[in-house]
């Protein structure tokens, strides 16, 4: 039996609620829903053909709900990550190829480059970025600070004294001239800190050069560690001040803010987190 009563109590409301809900719906659709007496009410034609199509609205929003948390709960599709070149290079090594071992219904699509991609607006899943200065608008996690390295080869140290804390900022440097104030380099020790502008007549924009340059003895270079790990282990490279690190840009993951995080997107995170802690050596 149809029923303003029955439905009120259905929706936990007063039946006011319901009629006045009722009346101002017939009056923006100007049409008849009911036929109310004092003793029944019924659906009009009108009625009938509203409730149906309000109907289908209802199980496109269900259908629309489960799919949504498909997405979002299963470990698939497709994921984007942008990155800087060199650090894409890196998890391309380290990272990437593990991580489609793991999850191989997942999709990859790395993209490597210097330009800053604009996450919120979803043409990526999520960047890599090596920047202190972070857009408001998107989730950031700081993993830390990258830690440079000093590093030579032995040839240079043929020609040249052995680099020291006194003497440092007269060697020769291999710059990096994406930004000049790199030139500028801030040591830490524990608690120690030094900070030197170092000179060169060399200037290169990639780390993968800068690490080549340095390899062919054309001077002292300033490197990730992560950048020159395997050349320092196998004696390519010399770590110059093993002691003592340099301080480089601040390194986060930053992606869209979903109301539900999809789990591609946090197994991608940990596993890039996971990395980094594994060493121990490649943040500050």
């Known amino acids: 039996m149809q029923s303003f009563t029955l439905a009120a109590d259905k929706l ?12 101002k719906l017939e009056r923006d659709l100007n049409v008849k829903l009911f036929y109310r007496t004092t003793r029944s009410i019924r659906v009009t034609e009108a009625g009938e053909a509203l409730y149906a199509k309000a109907r289908q609205i209802q199980l496109l929003a269900v259908e629309a709900e489960i799919q949504l948390k498909d997405m979002t709960q299963e470990i698939s599709g497709d ?40 996450i919120e607006l979803g043409d990526y899943d999520v960047a890599l970025r090596a920047d202190d200065a972070l857009p408001q608008d998107v989730i950031a996690k700081r993993l830390g ?5 000093l590093v030579c080869s032995e040839q240079y140290l043929e020609h040249h004294p052995m680099p020291t804390l ?31 502008t170092v000179m060169g ?29 395997e ?28 109301r539900v995080t999809p789990q591609k997107l946090i197994r991608f995170n940990r596993a890039v987190m996971q990395w ?8 500050l």
């Open 276 to 283: 980094f802690k594994s060493s121990g050596l490649y943040l």
């Open 231 to 258: 050349h320092i282990r196998c004696g390519k490279l010399i770590h110059i001040l093993p002691k003592w690190s340099v301080q480089s840009q601040c390194l986060s993951l930053i992606y869209a803010q979903h």
């Open 201 to 229: 007549r060399l200037h290169c924009n990639t780390y993968s050069a800068i690490a080549e340059l340095a390899t062919a003895g054309s001077g002292l270079a300033s490197l990730p560690f992560y950048q020159v790990e």
């Open 12 to 23: 936990d409301v007063s039946k006011g609620l319901v009629s006045r809900h009722v009346q």
């Open 145 to 149: 600070t990258i830690r440079n390295v």
């Open 79 to 118: 994921l984007k990550i942008t990155a800087p070149l060199e650090l894409g290079r890196i998890l391309s090594q380290q990272v990437i190829p593990q991580f489609c071992l793991d999850y191989p219904d997942i999709n990859l699509f790395l993209d490597c480059d210097h330009a800053k991609k604009q």
């Open 166 to 196: 006194d003497n440092i900022h007269q060697c020769r440097f291999i710059l990096n001239s994406r930004q000049r104030g790199w030139s500028e380099l801030e040591l830490v020790h524990g608690d120690k800190k030094a900070t030197f």
